[in-house]
């Protein structure tokens, strides 16, 4: 039986190691490299890019010249954590609005911070500067190391897809098997058991990226969201021949995403986080547990960035002990298929950046996602300063 005392102290004594470097590389994949050359360089810059984006965070939060800005946020979000859905819809609120810290010193340091990222996704990586860009970040080791293991299992997915001569079921079975070895080391792996959604949308410090940092997560979940669009065109294109070739129209709308330097743009960012039924529903149907780890994993990301993202708040480490907790062990935080499925669903394709292939120009929901998921008073707590 797994000894979680003894798993919170492992947790803690990585977590107070930062600036980790290694010299493992992870090899560039030669399917995704000979056949959408494109698509793996955005694989490395993706990996650069999103430990900058924590880095941002981290850096920004810490500026003293944030401090009152910090202050008119968490004082707006506090209110709302004690407001009912129909106070906010009253208010015209959105959880997660950022508007109390327009034109302050916060959002003129993240535009900085956006156009610099901005930049740094367009550019060429090598391989190195990809795998140890979480280690070389300011977090913690054993988010480092998770993310990190995470992204090598994400990137031998693409590259079993892309590769030419496989039919699908010798490729299904090389992502089983990549699952396999994945999970082989749980202390650094998510599982491949659906997590609860609650766990990065119903807790003390929820929205707490989006709140803060709305280019910032605009960029992010527009880097996950051509993941998972590209690897949905891949498969998709191989087991109905008449969608095969569409790689190149996800890289078209995910550089419409991006905008300008600062991200400004007429194809609008998601602004929920990308799932894999919502957006790579064929992904799921072949191999389910590789898309469950997906989620998983970004979800994650997600998790960690709301605690580091807070504003003021003061026990981020042990928030991110529980967080690592909660999608490394089995039975932890755990959801059924069908909540999973709804979960996802329930973000809206459109809100969740629209579908890999085929069209869909505004949203398919007549509300959002807090609205049909908290029907009645908001279950929302704050962290503890």
């Known amino acids: 039986m797994f000894d979680l005392n003894r798993k919170l102290l492992s947790i803690g004594l990585s977590l107070v190691v930062c600036g980790f470097s290694t010299s493992a590389l992870k090899a560039q994949s030669p399917g995704l490299t000979s056949q959408y050359p494109e698509l793996a360089k955005l694989y490395n810059a993706f990996d650069v890019t999103q430990a900058g984006i924590f880095d941002s965070v981290i850096t920004i939060n810490a500026n003293p010249a944030t401090e009152e800005s910090q202050i008119e946020l ?69 988010v480092a190391e998770i993310i990190s293991r995470g992204r090598e299992f994400e990137r031998e997915v693409a590259d079993i897809y892309a590769s030419s001569g496989i039919s699908m079921m010798e490729k299904n079975q090389r992502v089983n098997a990549a699952a396999d070895a994945y999970l082989s080391d749980p202390d650094k792996a998510v599982s491949d058991t659906p997590k609860s959604a609650d766990l990065y949308l119903r807790h003390a410090y929820m929205n707490g990226l989006k709140a803060a940092f709305p280019k910032l997560s605009g960029l992010m979940w527009s880097n996950q969201w051509l993941q998972l669009a590209s690897l949905e065109a891949l498969v998709l294109g191989q087991v109905d021949p008449q969608f095969a070739g569409e790689v190149g129209v996800t890289l078209e709308r995910y550089w419409n995403k991006i905008g300008s330097d600062t991200g400004m743009t007429m194809f609008p960012a998601p602004t929920e986080m990308p799932t894999v039924p919502a957006i790579a529903p064929q992904l799921y149907s072949q191999a389910p547990r590789a898309a469950v ?61 629209g579908p890999a292939i085929g069209a869909l120009d505004q949203s398919e929901r007549n509300r959002s996602r807090a609205g049909m998921d908290m029907q009645h008073q908001m279950t929302m707590s704050v962290p503890n300063h």
């Open 74 to 142: 968490q004082k707006h979000l506090n209110m709302m954590a004690k407001m009912t859905m129909h106070e906010m819809m009253a208010a015209g609120m959105n959880y997660g609005d950022a508007q109390m810290v327009m034109n302050s010193t916060y959002t003129e340091l993240e535009t900085e911070a956006r156009i610099v990222l901005g930049r740094t996704v367009k550019k060429t990586h090598s391989d190195t500067d990809a795998a140890n860009a979480f280690y070389n970040s300011k977090l913690p080791t054993a």
């Open 293 to 353: 780890i997906i989620d998983n994993l970004n979800m994650f990301e997600v998790a960690v960035a709301n605690i580091l993202a807070y504003p003021n708040a003061k026990n981020r480490q042990p928030a991110i002990e529980s967080v690592i907790v909660s999608f490394t062990v089995e039975d932890s935080d755990d959801a059924d298929i069908e909540e999973y499925l709804t979960s996802a669903l329930r973000g809206g394709i459109y809100n969740q950046g």
